[in-house]
């Protein structure tokens, strides 16, 4: 079956680094999305890899290990407005995502 | 319109009533997709068409149906509703012929049934 883990809760405080993790088994890999959900809103496009390595942009970095079917998002100098859900998904081989369930970030002042 | 819209914003309805969710989108984007998110899980499909005239199911397709006589719209019909279906109902849009295909979300349709 098709599966994408990430941890439900994480906790950190302004100013700080932050990473969170993904991993996946999916049958077939067309690139994976982080995408940011804040509370009762829609989710809006982070980042995308399909290739190994780190993306970045700005305070927010994606790397992928294909490899090793993992992922993390890594956020840099933290501030209270990334307190939000992160949802990490992969486009398989019908280029169809499947979703993680999502990471809640609390940022702690 | 900018993006992409959904209607109702919320709707508290009867079981065994018929409801339709309507979604909207003006940026031509050839691929529509209906998602369910509920606590504790993942986004869902329903059902999804990669271009007006055609439609498929998703993971969770069961008592809901889907129409894409257009671009634009992609209405979402729960045909007698049941307390399960109760959820917060995303829209999104995607560019198959793009380079990265992320999908745009709407706003969501947050239903209670009762």
């Known amino acids: 079956g098709q599966n994408i883990d990430q941890p439900t809760e994480m906790t950190a405080t302004e100013g700080a680094i932050v990473q969170i993790n993904c ?9 994976l999305f982080w995408y940011q959900q804040h509370a009762g809103e829609a989710p809006t496009f982070l980042s995308y890899n399909v290739l190994d390595g780190l993306e970045e942009k700005g305070r927010f970095s994606s790397f992928l290990s294909r490899s090793k079917g993992y992922s993390y998002l890594l956020l840099k100098e ?27 970030l609390i940022i702690k002042p | 319109i900018a993006g992409i819209t959904q209607a109702p914003t ?4 009867a079981a065994g009533r018929r409801m339709t ?13 209906w998602y369910r998110q509920d606590l504790g899980l993942g986004l ?8 007006a005239g055609t439609t498929g199911k998703g993971e969770v397709p069961d008592g809901y149906s889907v129409s894409r006589a257009n671009t634009d719209d992609f209405p979402l019909t ?20 793009g380079a990265i295909n992320e999908q745009f979300f709407g706003p969501g349709t947050r239903l209670t049934v009762l």
């Open chain 1, 78 to 104: 933290l501030q209270m407005k990334d307190s939000a859900s992160y949802l990490c998904a992969v486009m398989d081989s019908n280029y169809q995502l499947i979703w993680g369930a999502g990471t809640k």
């Open chain 2, 10 to 13: 919320s709707q508290i309805l």
């Open chain 2, 44 to 51: 869902r499909l329903i059902h999804y068409s990669n271009t």
């Open chain 1, 23 to 31: 991993t996946y088994q999916t049958s077939g890999f067309n690139g």
């Open chain 2, 21 to 33: 969710l309507r979604c909207t989108q003006d940026m031509r984007h050839n691929a529509m997709y």
């Open chain 2, 78 to 97: 729960l045909a007698s509703a049941v307390p399960s279906q109760t959820s917060v109902y995303f829209c999104a849009s995607s560019d198959l012929a």
